[in-house]
């Protein structure tokens, strides 16, 4: 299978301007039983209140590769050691009201072992970061029931797709 590439618009709040580009890199988690592992991120900020499930990822570091960034970041938010199988793709989108421009690289890996989490601050302190771990159906059920909000609505729109495609992958090869 090719690697799957999206363009999203924000469809949320107004765009006015984009000042800067974000990478990033993600994950869909599995493990031997076909589990999922996603983060749940509780926020109180300027996109407003809610409870969100999204993969585990964030930006890349000046001088990161995406690979090392992908192994640090699953470390630090699921204290997870994993085995990249595949790139699945890229999801390009926006965050009007942050004037940013993200683009997602996004991997599947299975989990190799365990360990412990190194949280930043913030990810304890503001977004409550915890980790979930989902059959494929409850993930996609967490998804379609953030939808009514704005900020949510934009997180399943990027990785709805991108889930749904790493089933197909999964099914095709694990």
Known sequence: MQELKLELKDTQWTKTNIDHDRQVVRAIVVDEQQNYYFVKVHRDDIFGTGTFIETSGGGVEPGE????????????????????????????????????????????CKIDSFGEKHLTQA????????????????AVAAYEKQTDTKLGQLIANRELPVLRYAKELISNSI
């Open 123 to 138: 990810e304890i302190d503001d977004f409550h970061l915890s980790t979930l771990k989902l059959t494929y159906e409850e």
């Open 65 to 108: 590769d995406l690979i090392t960034a992908l192994k640090r970041e699953l470390k630090e938010e699921l204290g997870a050691n994993v085995n990249i199988l595949c790139k699945i793709g890229t999801v390009s989108d926006y965050y009007n009201l942050i004037h940013r421009h993200n683009i997602n690289n996004y991997f599947l």
